[in-house]
């Protein structure tokens, strides 16, 4: 028989731990649960850029034992293997590749050959390419261009701005879009709200927001969710006569109108009536999203975008899932710093989909 006041059962397994904490806060943890599902049914070769976090290693651990990823740890074999120790993890399976100890000088040059033909007419020598294969960056991309690897998984220790640029050189951008963004999921207690872009593009013109809505609508589309976009300032529909922000993103939607005809995506707008369809739809009858609640929100600059996140995080009321790099030809995704164990295991399944549906960018 029960007695009341037992301790409870301890959490057996992650999903269950995410379930309780979720309904703790009251969040609609419904979106992650089916990438999470995803993720395991077909788990794709992760690259792990830093490694010798322990941080990272207590994901890894998740992440195998769930199943969701086939890990590669990169980074000081030595460390690895201590910390693994020290807090008994069982990861003694998981490939680890030291740059200084396990590389072959023939596989180092075959990977700074690929990078020196990419980079040799933007001023990059032989020599410097032969030297990047001994950051992580640039070598983790390469696994990932070369197919070695499926994804990669950095940014956990560094600036954002200086393990983007290696990816930009080694994998390069999707032609079809030109373009890169970031974007974060926000599970609410009113369901999953995308935001966009929180991370890469810090001042956009209006051609550079109309392609970060493409990029952010083909994103939500992956996730079978239909985007309802509403582009964010702080005036309605042109009530703003000035320069700047709002005119911008008007702008954009102007040109996402014209390309874009069966989008719904309307702006510029005010993040309330973004969020309130009724009331949108009470002042402005004529606005794309009728009386719709938007889902994604396009923010007019770096700064709104990543403060905005960070804010609605900062306050516990949304549980976050990203950075999600959008753009990037081949899946390379970068965290935020000092990101925690459930999130680098979300950006990991997040990665393992991202490569399981690669090759596909329905508009
Ligand atoms: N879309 C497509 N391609 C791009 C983009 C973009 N948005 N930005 C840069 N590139 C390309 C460039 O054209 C260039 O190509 P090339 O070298 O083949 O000619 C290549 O990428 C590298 O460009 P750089 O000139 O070295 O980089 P740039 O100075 O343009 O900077 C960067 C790009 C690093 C992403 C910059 O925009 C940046 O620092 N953004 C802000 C990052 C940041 O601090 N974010 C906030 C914190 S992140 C967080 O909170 C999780």
Not at 193 to 214: E, K, R
Not at 272 to 287: D, I, M, V, W
């Amino acid at each position: 028989a029960m007695e009341t006041g037992v301790a409870r059962k301890p959490i057996k397994s992650w999903a269950a731990y995410e379930r309780e904490l979720t309904s703790r806060l009251g969040i609609d943890n419904k979106l992650i649960m089916a990438i999470r599902n995803k993720a395991k049914q077909n788990p794709k070769t992760i690259v792990f850029a830093e490694a010798n976090s322990f941080r990272i290693l207590k994901a890894v651990q998740f992440v195998v034992r769930e199943g969701i990823a086939e890990p590669i740890l990169l980074g000081n074999a030595k460390k690895i293997k201590e910390l693994i120790k020290e807090n008994q993890l069982d990861l003694d399976n998981v490939p680890i590749i030291d740059l200084y100890e396990s590389v072959s000088d023939e596989k180092r040059h075959h990977y700074a050959k690929i990078l020196y033909e990419k980079r040799k007419r933007k001023g990059m020598t032989y020599n410097e390419a032969v030297e990047h294969m001994y950051n992580r960056d640039y070598f983790g991309s390469m696994m990932v261009e070369t197919g070695e690897a499926d994804a990669f998984i950095s940014g956990f220790s560094r600036n954002y701005s200086t393990t983007i640029r290696p990816a930009l050189q080694v994998v390069g951008v999707k032609e079809k879009f030109n373009h890169i963004a970031g974007m974060y999921i926000m599970m609410t207690k009113r369901g999953s709200i995308f935001l966009a872009d929180t991370t890469v593009n810090m001042n956009p013109s209006a051609q550079t927001l109309a392609d970060t809505t493409a990029l952010t609508a083909c994103e939500v589309k992956r996730f079978n969710i239909e985007p309802k976009i509403a582009l964010l300032s702080y005036s309605n529909f042109g009530a703003y006569k000035g320069e700047g922000s709002p005119v911008r993103a008007k702008e954009a939607v102007k040109i996402l109108h014209e390309k874009y005809p069966d989008l719904l995506v309307d702006g510029e707008m005010q993040a309330n009536y973004a969020l309130n369809g009724k009331l949108r739809y009470s002042r402005y009858p004529f606005n794309k999203l009728g009386d719709a609640d938007a889902n994604t929100l396009i923010f007019p600059n770096l700064s709104s975008g990543n403060i905005a996140y960070k804010v609605l995080q900062g306050l516990g009321t949304a549980e976050a899932i990203g950075p999600i790099l959008m753009g990037m030809k081949k899946p390379i995704h970068i965290l935020q710093r000092d990101s925690t164990v459930r999130e680098i295991i979300n950006m990991t399944a997040i990665a393992v989909i991202d490569a399981q549906s690669n090759a596909s960018d329905e508009m």
